[in-house]
């Protein structure tokens, strides 16, 4: 606006102080890079929008027609046939597909998890032809929109049935907008389009992050205007306000309208752009996407970094580690243990089958408890090891698929804790073989066998079942054939002709078989935190309730067990996981009028509370079977990492939802906690949970962590880690660790908090939900003092609002999906990038910019400063001494290079930055821009600008295009030379930038005739010149020389790095010279004392 104020001036014949494109040409420049920076954007999101809408989908037109129309022409009501790989326009209700259980969708560009969705088809149209199904005149009920994408009510009405009779439609029923078919070809029918699709709803627009530095130079400008003002005021207060004065009040700040530079926001950019480039490129953060340009300098200021911990700190990457099983007495089973487990399973199925009676008919009777173990005849813990196993094998939501181009066969689950205990499954023999909506089938490894005597098969859902044979052990009744001969089994093969002919037996594979029936599910829910699935046992007819969930949760469901607890807390203290499971056999008719209410529930106005509530009463009495640990690995290089950002001065933050143990013992193993460090607990969850605390008598003693439940509890216990602190017993600092419910108390305390929690040297948040992650982030923000900024670093969809409320957004693309990566401002592949582009490439961007922005100031300040005293010698008139293309071109050809050159610079090497991380701790202090060196520019600018003007006027020779040219030049070498001697390292673009500067404006003196073309070529004009160059840098250069000598940096060790290249050469001339005039003291020379 100021810029353009002062533009507009120009057209009134009073105020015009120069040619009208003088002002006009910069304002258009820039507004003009400005508007297509934002038109290429604009344009860019415009195809990106054209190619979506104009995505051509098969849709059924009527009359039984079908054709391809855009999807901007798609309406609410229109049936869509949609192929594999063809993303979802829409939401849809899926009504067909040519999978026998469903289609799998792929959701990462929804809710950013990577794994597959299985989406159930309405069940009255699966088995309809599709010209029926658009026919039938079937309609559909659907809630009006919302942004939720994990919960929808919906009912189907076939023809002639009322909304009271209506089936109910769920969540795994619909196809949501941007989601992609991953399998098969699927009918489905739009319910919302265009703003009321979920992924709209969701697509809030973040609020715009602005740098620190941006309002910075924003102060900075105002205090430039101020000045302007000023100097404007005292040049009319000279003239001692006669006539029409305030015109030439406002001719001065016009002519002074240099010292707020226009080109500083061009530069601004232009170097973000530049940082932004070399953050991209750099090889050794290979992946790395700018997504905010608008940051880079932020990465310089960061002094807490809040972060997550699975999948960030940690790879997601489960591995099993641990299992418990027994109710009353556990067995503890490690990873290692899996031969052990493996053989303990084969045994207990040789014990079945000698149990069993030898005819066919026994074999069966015995089959009809198998799967009741407690009636076994096998060990207790044997019997405790199978119920365990089939619960982990049965109570989970995985299903096995077949990947189309490569053929290996892998898990699709929600969870990667469910995939690594399938897996585990797998490893001692329980593998999981087929699963769909309604069925699934546990087998064990194929086993070779010799059949001797003739069997009958019975083919089945499964395979071929051997239900009787002649054999003597009858070993093999119940299992499975797969192979003859290394063959594949086909009821082609006739296996008793087979078996008569060959000798000494046939040789053949065959495998154990447990089969099920899946009856309802209870998927796993934040708030429920548990899932539970209902099956029967298709051989025994048995049903059974397995169920699995966090341990505060399954503490008070199953039975009351004596190692529970006490297991479950050691578990964490090793940083495992945990997962509790518990089972209970359900009679038929509990099973059937539960079933009734459940169908009951399912058809209600809130189906989930509803189901919730009949759920309670069969989960009583539920057995425990089992504990697991699964370990979360850690991402590379992340203790190295997290030790280097703590010695930059940087705060880490660990916000988890876990237990608090468990994330106490992975913020030990990141070296979150020092070795020498000491934890202070706000709450743990239970009384078991100690920790280090100082005791009365000075020495160290264990102090069970106390719950806060009231504010004052919570100021109290601020306090007392304030004076832990204080003492000083722990070299390597404090560590506060809060949970999720003293968290809700203590930030009741924000002032006290943020102090206390400032003190700590790292802090750890546990149960913590996403909400509480964005509160503390937003909290910290408004309540740090100085000038640290916040960054949070996450990998999930559940870290996105941490991410979108801190200064720098960090996304991780890992195991959920892409979600957070999209919405940060820098995308990563590791959290070991975070390092470098914290400490590198931020605190460059920091420096570079701050000395740039400087100096475009100083570059305004210096020829403004130059008009000032002209006008003064000058009768204080508001003339103008440079008008034309000198004042166009002062700012943009003869100088913007080798000053934009400044991004190149290097105040120390990159091997010695990322060694000494202390060096990022300096930037904390806003050293590199403030008002000192504001200051410093200003006095700087003032005192070149007057020396250049007073001695051109001392040289003066009755000419003022002479006057003009010697000031002029001497200004353009004095700018150059300046920049040369700020500069640390002397590169080849900025040599080149140098040169064509000078080139360039040797050049002008042959088109430009406000300079003296025939006097530029006399010896008069070059020594004057030279002089007055020398008078305006030479005593600036020895002023910082002199600063730098006397004022000792901290980190005077690595003074050769971090100054300037002429600051070095001093020094070394220097020491060379001091140690050329040290004479060394003869010893008897050394006076006594």
Same mark, same amino acid.
């Given at each position: 606006m100021y810029f353009l104020l002062?533009?507009?001036?120009?057209?009134?014949?009073?105020?015009?102080?120069?040619?009208?494109?003088? %002002?006009?040409?910069?304002?258009?420049?820039?507004? #003009? &890079?400005?508007?297509?920076?934002? #038109? %290429?954007?604009?344009?860019?999101r415009f195809m990106r929008d054209a190619e979506a809408n104009g995505e051509k989908y098969e849709a059924y037109l009527g009359d039984g027609k079908w054709g391809r129309i855009a999807s901007r022409d798609i309406t609410v009501g229109m049936v869509l046939r949609l192929k594999s790989n063809e993303r979802v326009p829409a939401d849809c209700i899926l009504l067909k597909t040519s999978e026998k259980d469903g289609s799998f969708v792929r959701t990462d560009q929804l809710d950013g998890e990577t794994d597959w969705k299985l989406r159930i088809p309405v069940a009255c149209t699966q088995t309809m032809k599709d010209d029926l199904i658009v026919k039938s005149g079937i309609r559909l009920w659907a809630q009006e929109p919302h942004v939720y994408i994990y919960d929808f009510i919906g009912k189907v009405l076939p023809e002639g049935v009322c909304m009271q009779e209506a089936d109910p439609l769920s969540l795994e029923n619909t196809m949501w907008a941007n989601c992609v078919l991953a399998t098969g070809t699927a009918l489905v029918c739009v319910i919302y389009t265009g703003k009321e699709t979920r992924s709209s709803l969701n697509a809030n627009q973040p609020s715009t992050k602005i740098g620190l530095i941006d309002l910075e130079l924003n102060f900075l400008s105002k205090l430039l205007f101020v000045l302007t003002l000023f100097v404007a005021l005292i040049m009319v207060a000279f003239q001692k306000f006669v006539g029409e004065w305030y015109i030439s009040f406002f001719r001065f700040v016009l002519l002074f309208s240099s010292i707020i530079p226009i080109s500083l926001r061009v530069n601004l950019d232009m170097g973000k752009a530049v940082y932004s480039f070399f953050i991209m490129r750099d090889a050794q953060i290979k992946g790395v996407v700018v997504r905010n340009s608008n940051l880079p300098e932020e990465l310089g200021r960061i002094g807490y970094l809040f972060s997550d911990k699975t999948g960030t700190l940690t790879k997601n990457e489960m591995v099993f580690k641990k299992l418990f099983t027994g109710s009353d007495v556990p067995k503890g089973w490690l990873h290692t243990d899996m031969e052990e487990m493996e053989a303990t399973i084969d045994a207990y199925n040789s014990k079945q089958h000698a149990a069993s009676a030898s005819s066919s008919t026994a074999s069966l009777e015995r089959q009809e408890t198998d799967y009741d173990f407690t009636k076994a005849t096998s060990s207790r813990q044997m019997e405790d090891l199978i119920n365990a196993v089939m619960s982990l094998a049965v109570a989970h939501n995985v299903t096995p698929v077949v990947d189309t181009d490569s053929g290996v066969r892998m898990y699709q689950a929600s969870s990667p804790d469910e995939v690594a205990l399938v897996k585990f499954c797998e490893s001692i023999g329980v593998i999981l073989d087929y699963r769909d909506r309604t069925t699934m089938s546990l087998r064990s490894r194929h086993k070779h066998a010799t059949f001797t005597d003739s069997v009958h098969l019975e083919k089945d859902n499964f395979g071929y079942k051997i239900v009787s044979s002649e054999d003597a052990q009858e070993e093999h009744v119940g299992w499975y054939l797969v192979a003859v001969d290394s063959r594949p089994y086909t009821e082609e093969i006739d296996i008793n002709s087979m078996?008569?002919?060959?000798?000494g037996g046939l040789n053949v594979k065959v495998e154990k078989r447990v089969n099920f029936e899946i009856l309802i599910e209870f998927p796993f829910t934040s708030e429920s935190k548990r899932m539970g699935i209902i099956v029967r046992n298709i051989d025994t007819r048995a049903i059974h309730l397995f169920m699995k969930g966090a341990d505060t949760k399954m503490a008070e469901i199953v039975k009351p067990s004596p190692w529970l607890e006490e297991e479950c807390t050691n578990l964490a203290r090793e940083g495992l996981r945990t997962l509790v499971f518990g089972s209970k056999k359900l009679p038929e008719d509990e099973y059937t009028e539960f079933s009734k209410l459940h169908k009951l529930a399912l058809k209600s106005r809130d189906p989930k509370?509803?189901?919730?509530?009949? +759920?309670?009463?069969?989960?009583?009495?539920?057995?425990? &079977?089992?504990?697991?640990?699964?370990?979360?690995?850690?991402?590379?290089?992340?203790?190295?990492?997290?030790?280097?950002?703590?010695?930059?001065?940087? +705060?880490?933050?660990?916000?988890?939802?876990?237990?608090?143990?468990?994330?106490? !013992?992975?913020?030990?193993?990141?070296?979150?906690?020092?070795?020498?460090g000491g934890i202070f607990p706000f709450d743990c969850e239970s009384d078991r949970y100690e920790s280090l605390w100082e005791r009365e008598d000075g020495r160290e003693g264990w102090r069970p962590g106390v719950v806060?439940?009231?504010?004052?509890?919570?100021?109290?216990?601020?306090?007392?880690?304030?004076?832990? &602190? #204080?003492?000083?017993?722990?070299l390597g600092g404090v560590t506060m660790v809060i949970d999720g419910k003293s968290l809700e108390k203590l930030i009741l305390c924000e002032t006290e908090f943020v102090e206390a929690a400032s003190k700590a040297a790292s802090v750890v948040v546990a149960r913590c939900s996403p909400t509480q992650k964005a509160d503390i982030v937003e909290v910290m923000k408004k309540n740090i003092k100085g000038n640290l900024r916040t960054a949070a670093i996450g990998d999930g969809g559940n870290d996105v609002s941490m991410i979108l409320a801190a200064h720098v957004g960090l996304g991780i693309e890992g195991k959920e999906g892409r979600h957070a990566s999209l919405a940060a401002d820098y995308s990563l592949v590791k959290f070991c990038h975070c390092l470098r582009l914290i400490t590198w490439h931020g605190r460059n961007s920091y420096k570079r910019s701050a000395r740039l922005s400087q100096f475009v100031i100083h570059r305004g300040l210096i020829i403004s400063f130059i008009q000032a005293v002209f006008s003064a010698l000058f009768y204080f008139m508001s003339v103008p001494i440079y008008t034309g293309w000198l004042l166009v071109g002062y700012s943009t050809v003869y100088t913007m290079c080798p000053v934009f050159a400044i991004v190149l610079d290097e105040d120390a090497s990159e091997e010695t930055v990322m060694e000494f991380p202390e060096l990022y701790r300096e930037l904390h202090k806003s050293r590199a821009l403030n008002i000192r060196t504001f200051l410093q520019w200003v006095f700087k600018a003032v005192y070149q600008g007057s020396v250049i003007m007073?001695?051109?006027? %001392?040289?003066?020779?009755a000419q003022f295009i002479r006057i003009v040219t010697i000031t002029f030049t001497a200004l353009i070498m004095t700018e150059l030379i300046t920049v040369w001697f700020e500069m640390h390292k002397i590169t080849w673009p900025f040599v080149v930038s140098e040169l064509a500067s000078f080139v360039v404006y040797a050049i002008s003196f042959f088109f430009l005739d406000a300079l003296d073309t025939a006097y530029v070529s006399s010896s008069s004009f070059w020594w004057k010149t030279s002089v007055i160059t020398f008078a305006a840098c030479a005593p600036v250069t020895a002023a910082k020389v002199v600063e730098r000598? !006397? !004022?000792?940096?901290?980190?005077?060790?690595?003074?050769?790095?971090?100054?300037?290249?002429?600051?070095?050469? &001093?020094?070394?001339?220097?020491?060379?010279?001091?140690?050329?005039?040290?004479?060394?003291?003869?010893?008897?020379?050394v006076p006594l004392l």
């Amino acid at each position: 606006m100021y810029f353009l104020l002062v533009a507009i001036s120009q057209f009134f014949p009073p105020l015009q102080v120069g040619f009208l494109f003088t %002002y006009i040409a910069p304002l258009v420049f820039v507004v #003009a &890079v400005a508007l297509l920076k934002e #038109a %290429y954007d604009d344009f860019q999101r415009f195809m990106r929008d054209a190619e979506a809408n104009g995505e051509k989908y098969e849709a059924y037109l009527g009359d039984g027609k079908w054709g391809r129309i855009a999807s901007r022409d798609i309406t609410v009501g229109m049936v869509l046939r949609l192929k594999s790989n063809e993303r979802v326009p829409a939401d849809c209700i899926l009504l067909k597909t040519s999978e026998k259980d469903g289609s799998f969708v792929r959701t990462d560009q929804l809710d950013g998890e990577t794994d597959w969705k299985l989406r159930i088809p309405v069940a009255c149209t699966q088995t309809m032809k599709d010209d029926l199904i658009v026919k039938s005149g079937i309609r559909l009920w659907a809630q009006e929109p919302h942004v939720y994408i994990y919960d929808f009510i919906g009912k189907v009405l076939p023809e002639g049935v009322c909304m009271q009779e209506a089936d109910p439609l769920s969540l795994e029923n619909t196809m949501w907008a941007n989601c992609v078919l991953a399998t098969g070809t699927a009918l489905v029918c739009v319910i919302y389009t265009g703003k009321e699709t979920r992924s709209s709803l969701n697509a809030n627009q973040p609020s715009t992050k602005i740098g620190l530095i941006d309002l910075e130079l924003n102060f900075l400008s105002k205090l430039l205007f101020v000045l302007t003002l000023f100097v404007a005021l005292i040049m009319v207060a000279f003239q001692k306000f006669v006539g029409e004065w305030y015109i030439s009040f406002f001719r001065f700040v016009l002519l002074f309208s240099s010292i707020i530079p226009i080109s500083l926001r061009v530069n601004l950019d232009m170097g973000k752009a530049v940082y932004s480039f070399f953050i991209m490129r750099d090889a050794q953060i290979k992946g790395v996407v700018v997504r905010n340009s608008n940051l880079p300098e932020e990465l310089g200021r960061i002094g807490y970094l809040f972060s997550d911990k699975t999948g960030t700190l940690t790879k997601n990457e489960m591995v099993f580690k641990k299992l418990f099983t027994g109710s009353d007495v556990p067995k503890g089973w490690l990873h290692t243990d899996m031969e052990e487990m493996e053989a303990t399973i084969d045994a207990y199925n040789s014990k079945q089958h000698a149990a069993s009676a030898s005819s066919s008919t026994a074999s069966l009777e015995r089959q009809e408890t198998d799967y009741d173990f407690t009636k076994a005849t096998s060990s207790r813990q044997m019997e405790d090891l199978i119920n365990a196993v089939m619960s982990l094998a049965v109570a989970h939501n995985v299903t096995p698929v077949v990947d189309t181009d490569s053929g290996v066969r892998m898990y699709q689950a929600s969870s990667p804790d469910e995939v690594a205990l399938v897996k585990f499954c797998e490893s001692i023999g329980v593998i999981l073989d087929y699963r769909d909506r309604t069925t699934m089938s546990l087998r064990s490894r194929h086993k070779h066998a010799t059949f001797t005597d003739s069997v009958h098969l019975e083919k089945d859902n499964f395979g071929y079942k051997i239900v009787s044979s002649e054999d003597a052990q009858e070993e093999h009744v119940g299992w499975y054939l797969v192979a003859v001969d290394s063959r594949p089994y086909t009821e082609e093969i006739d296996i008793n002709s087979m078996i008569r002919l060959r000798q000494g037996g046939l040789n053949v594979k065959v495998e154990k078989r447990v089969n099920f029936e899946i009856l309802i599910e209870f998927p796993f829910t934040s708030e429920s935190k548990r899932m539970g699935i209902i099956v029967r046992n298709i051989d025994t007819r048995a049903i059974h309730l397995f169920m699995k969930g966090a341990d505060t949760k399954m503490a008070e469901i199953v039975k009351p067990s004596p190692w529970l607890e006490e297991e479950c807390t050691n578990l964490a203290r090793e940083g495992l996981r945990t997962l509790v499971f518990g089972s209970k056999k359900l009679p038929e008719d509990e099973y059937t009028e539960f079933s009734k209410l459940h169908k009951l529930a399912l058809k209600s106005r809130d189906p989930k509370k509803e189901v919730e509530v009949i +759920r309670v009463k069969i989960e009583e009495d539920l057995n425990l &079977v089992g504990m697991t640990g699964v370990e979360d690995k850690l991402q590379d290089d992340v203790a190295k990492t997290l030790e280097h950002l703590r010695k930059a001065g940087i +705060r880490i933050w660990m916000l988890t939802g876990d237990k608090v143990e468990t994330a106490t !013992c992975i913020a030990r193993s990141t070296r979150l906690v020092a070795k020498d460090g000491g934890i202070f607990p706000f709450d743990c969850e239970s009384d078991r949970y100690e920790s280090l605390w100082e005791r009365e008598d000075g020495r160290e003693g264990w102090r069970p962590g106390v719950v806060i439940t009231t504010e004052e509890l919570a100021l109290d216990f601020l306090q007392s880690f304030e004076r832990y &602190v #204080a003492s000083g017993s722990r070299l390597g600092g404090v560590t506060m660790v809060i949970d999720g419910k003293s968290l809700e108390k203590l930030i009741l305390c924000e002032t006290e908090f943020v102090e206390a929690a400032s003190k700590a040297a790292s802090v750890v948040v546990a149960r913590c939900s996403p909400t509480q992650k964005a509160d503390i982030v937003e909290v910290m923000k408004k309540n740090i003092k100085g000038n640290l900024r916040t960054a949070a670093i996450g990998d999930g969809g559940n870290d996105v609002s941490m991410i979108l409320a801190a200064h720098v957004g960090l996304g991780i693309e890992g195991k959920e999906g892409r979600h957070a990566s999209l919405a940060a401002d820098y995308s990563l592949v590791k959290f070991c990038h975070c390092l470098r582009l914290i400490t590198w490439h931020g605190r460059n961007s920091y420096k570079r910019s701050a000395r740039l922005s400087q100096f475009v100031i100083h570059r305004g300040l210096i020829i403004s400063f130059i008009q000032a005293v002209f006008s003064a010698l000058f009768y204080f008139m508001s003339v103008p001494i440079y008008t034309g293309w000198l004042l166009v071109g002062y700012s943009t050809v003869y100088t913007m290079c080798p000053v934009f050159a400044i991004v190149l610079d290097e105040d120390a090497s990159e091997e010695t930055v990322m060694e000494f991380p202390e060096l990022y701790r300096e930037l904390h202090k806003s050293r590199a821009l403030n008002i000192r060196t504001f200051l410093q520019w200003v006095f700087k600018a003032v005192y070149q600008g007057s020396v250049i003007m007073l001695l051109a006027i %001392y040289f003066f020779e009755a000419q003022f295009i002479r006057i003009v040219t010697i000031t002029f030049t001497a200004l353009i070498m004095t700018e150059l030379i300046t920049v040369w001697f700020e500069m640390h390292k002397i590169t080849w673009p900025f040599v080149v930038s140098e040169l064509a500067s000078f080139v360039v404006y040797a050049i002008s003196f042959f088109f430009l005739d406000a300079l003296d073309t025939a006097y530029v070529s006399s010896s008069s004009f070059w020594w004057k010149t030279s002089v007055i160059t020398f008078a305006a840098c030479a005593p600036v250069t020895a002023a910082k020389v002199v600063e730098r000598g !006397c !004022c000792e940096p901290s980190s005077s060790k690595l003074k050769e790095d971090t100054d300037p290249w002429i600051f070095r050469a &001093v020094f070394r001339f220097s020491a060379w010279l001091a140690s050329k005039r040290s004479v060394e003291v003869p010893p008897a020379a050394v006076p006594l004392l």
